[in-house]
Structure formats: structure tokens, C-alpha cells
């Protein structure tokens, strides 16, 4: 199948640094990505839906300026979050559903954020 | 807005058991209903979808638009079954909208 690869897997910054993550569509080209964020013992919670070539759509609650998205190409989205603060330390996850029909969404491994 | 709702955060059974994991959802239109599962230390993956109706690792789900409810099943649960599972709802018959997860339900099954 399909596979979507997150990059890393694991990051641990200070506080008021940024760090970028990101999510690659290895085989198929994605127009759309979505990022959800989760927090421990919950569920996911989509943030944002990125979009090649044009501006991310951001779910309420979620701060555009912080979490930056950047879908430069068909394969590529990253999500950068800037000036981390320690409340940033989640477990954040894309997906990417290639296009013609397909149904089936497709999940990258994760990336463990822990701010200090 | 959609919502989903998976009523058990842990659900034990013994090897053998049956096992069934419930997801409710509210949702005004017409949608596509998943389960999701994620095996220790493994991404999530998709396990079935309603549209297809098929039988993966011996899980079924049935929408029922009554109950709105796409409870998962399995009537012999295997060890390699625990994981967490997660029931997820797509608005519309469009890939490109996102989807909606529930809270998720850790399986443990215990031999």
C-alpha cells in the first residue's frame, strides 16, 4: 500500500525554539494532508488541512501564526511550530489519501514533540 | 459538526472471547464510517471501512443508521488482537475531506 513518511519520529527542544516536522508522500502525489495532533489517553484531533500551493485551512482553536504549514510540493507538507512552549509536547501525525478515488487515508509514524 | 463516540477506553477479554467495540457517531449527512488500528509501536492503519463490507482479521462492523452506530466485532479474539482501535468518520463520499476520530479503545486480550 500507500506509505506516508513522518520525519522525525522523535524531537526534543527547548522552549522558544521552533521545530519543523515533516510528512512525505513516498509514492503517491497528495494534493491535500491533514495534521492531527494528540495528546496522551486522548484522541486525534485534526488541526489543519494542508494544501499544495495554496494556504493551509486551520480548525478552530488552532493558531495559525504557531503551527505553520507548508505544502510546497505534491509530496511534501511540513508543520512547523514556533517558539515551542511546553503545553506544544504532543504526539503529532499526518495522513495523505492518494488522489483518483481513493478511499483509504494513509497515516505517517508520528512524531513525538517534547519542549523542555 | 460530526462527532464520534467510543463509550470504552480499555476493553480485556480472554483469547477466545468475543469481543465487540462500540462507536457511535452523530452526523446530519451521509457518512463514511472506519476503524483505524494502531499496533504497539506501529502507525495507524486502516483495518475496514463501511462502504466495502468486508471481513478483515475476523472483524466486522455494520453501519446502522438507526442506532448511528458501527460497532466493531470479532467473535474469537486472538492475542495479536490487542491494540488501540479507533472509529473514525468521514463527511460525504470525498477522500479529500478529513476525518473525525473517536476517543480510541485499547483491546487488551489476555491468554
Redesign the interface.
Known sequence: GAVVSQHPSRVICKSGTSVKIECRSLDFQATTMFWYRQFPKQSLMLMATSNEGSKATYEQGVEKDKFLINHASLTLSTLTVTSAHPEDSSFYICSATPPAGAVEAFFGQGTRLTVV | AQRVTQPE?LLSVFKGAPVELKCNYSYSGSP?LFW?VQYSR?????LL?H?SRESIKGFTADLNKGETSFHLKKPFAQEEDSAMY?CALRPGNN??N???????TRLMVKP
Open positions: 477506553k463514511e483505524y506501529q502507525r495507524l492503519q486502516l471501512r462502504i479507533y477522500a479529500g478529513m476525518l473525525t476520530f473517536g476517543g480510541g
